[in-house]
């Protein structure tokens, strides 16, 4: 990450059909693949993540979740699952 952030982890978890419908990026999906990605980041950082997330047409749709206000608390928290 460019803006002073650590990837962890960065696992490919398949592709499958979207539970409904998505528009994004003036098209309409049915199928999409899923990605999990651990980092650690800053909260400029994160800012930057999302507007990049967000303006990527490959992205119908992304989430990040919270692990922890320090590293002590984010270590080990979650492990990625194991590839399909």
């Known amino acids: 990450m460019d803006s002073g952030g650590v ?7 398949g592709a499958s059909d979207l539970p409904y419908r ?4 003036q098209e309409v999906f049915r199928t999409g ?4 990605m651990q980092f650690d980041a800053s909260p400029n950082a994160m800012t ?18 919270k692990l ?3 590293l002590q608390e ?4 979650y ?5 399909p």
């Not at 693949?33 to 999990?36: E, G």
Request: charged share 25%; aromatic share 8%; glycine share 6%.
């Open 7 to 13: 990837v962890r982890g960065f696992q490919h978890l």
């Open 22 to 25: 998505m528009r994004r990026h």
């Open 33 to 36: 693949v899923t990605w999990a």
């Open 48 to 65: 930057a993540l999302r507007r990049h997330l967000s303006f990527d047409e490959r992205v119908i749709r992304f989430t990040v979740i």
């Open 68 to 70: 922890g206000d320090t």
């Open 74 to 77: 984010c270590t080990g928290a």
């Open 79 to 83: 492990k990625l699952p194991p590839p």
